[in-house]
C-alpha cells in the first residue's frame, strides 16, 4: 500500500513568490493534515480537511491557505513568501477524523 | 505552560542500553497519545498509539501512560544503533506534538 505522496521534494524560491504544495493521501484516508516543521519551533499544526471541507487551523497568517479535492488529495499555498517561512511542510492522512496520522516525507522549502 | 513538554536531548546511549523518553501534558481531555520515529529527511512515523493507562507492548518497545500524572514513556529495550533518530510523542486535537527528543545509539 503505497504511502502519503507529497510533490515536490524540494522547493527553491524567492522572498514575495507563491508556492503550491501537493499531498496524495493513503488510499482510502479521508482526513489530511499539514504541518509546518522548523528547528526553533519544532512541529506546528497548519490545518486540517475532511470530505473537501477545512475542519481546523492552526495560529497562522492568511498567506497560508489550503484545499482538498473529491480524491481526498490536498494542497496547500502560501503567497508571498517571507525568509521565515522556509521549513519542512508534511502531510499527514488517517482514516478518519482523530485516528493516528501517517506522514509523508515532505516538501523541503527554501526561501532566498 | 506549553501543551506538550519534552526533553529536547540530545540523548546518547550505549547499544544495547534501555532508553526512557518522556513526555508531560497538561490537558486532560487528551484521550489517546501516539509516539513517532523521525529519521533525517524523512517524516514522522507512528511508532505506537495507546488509547488508555498503563502499558503497550510491540517487540522492543513499550508505550506507557499515567493519566494521573500527565505523563508518558516510551521503553526501548535492547537499543540498537538504528534507533537513532528523534522521537515526538504526540496528542490528538489538531494533533499536538512535543519538540522531539533526539537519540543516539553508539556503538
Known amino acids: 500500500k503505497a504511502g502519503v505522496t507529497q510533490t515536490p521534494r524540494y522547493l527553491i524560491k524567492t522572498r514575495g513568490q507563491q508556492v503550491t504544495l501537493s499531498c496524495s493521501p493513503i488510499?482510502?484516508?479521508?482526513?489530511v493534515s499539514w504541518y509546518q516543521q522548523t528547528p526553533g519551533q519544532g512541529l506546528q499544526f497548519l490545518f486540517e480537511y475532511f470530505s473537501e471541507t477545512q475542519r481546523n487551523k492552526g495560529n497562522f497568517p492568511g498567506r497560508f491557505s489550503g484545499r482538498q479535492f473529491s480524491n481526498s488529495r490536498s494542497e496547500m499555498n502560501v503567497s508571498t513568501l517571507e525568509l521565515g517561512d522556509s521549513a519542512l511542510y508534511l502531510c499527514a492522512s488517517s482514516l478518519l477524523r482523530g485516528q493516528p496520522q501517517h506522514f509523508g516525507d515532505g516538501t523541503r522549502l527554501s526561501i532566498l | 505552560q506549553k501543551e506538550v513538554e519534552q526533553d529536547p536531548g540530545p540523548l546518547s546511549v550505549p547499544e544495547g542500553a534501555i532508553v526512557s523518553l518522556n513526555c508531560t501534558y497538561s490537558n486532560s481531555a487528551f484521550q489517546y497519545f501516539m509516539w513517532y520515529r523521525q529519521y533525517s529527511r524523512k517524516g514522522p512515523e507512528l511508532l505506537m498509539y495507546t488509547y488508555s493507562s498503563g502499558n503497550k507492548e510491540d517487540g522492543r518497545f513499550t508505550a506507557q501512560v499515567d493519566k494521573s500524572s500527565k505523563y508518558i514513556s516510551l521503553f526501548i529495550r535492547d537499543s540498537q544503533p538504528s534507533d537513532s533518530a528523534t522521537y515526538l510523542c504526540a496528542m490528538p486535537l489538531m494533533v499536538t506534538f512535543g519538540t522531539g527528543t533526539q537519540l543516539k545509539v553508539e556503538l
Open positions: 488510499s482510502g484516508h479521508r482526513s
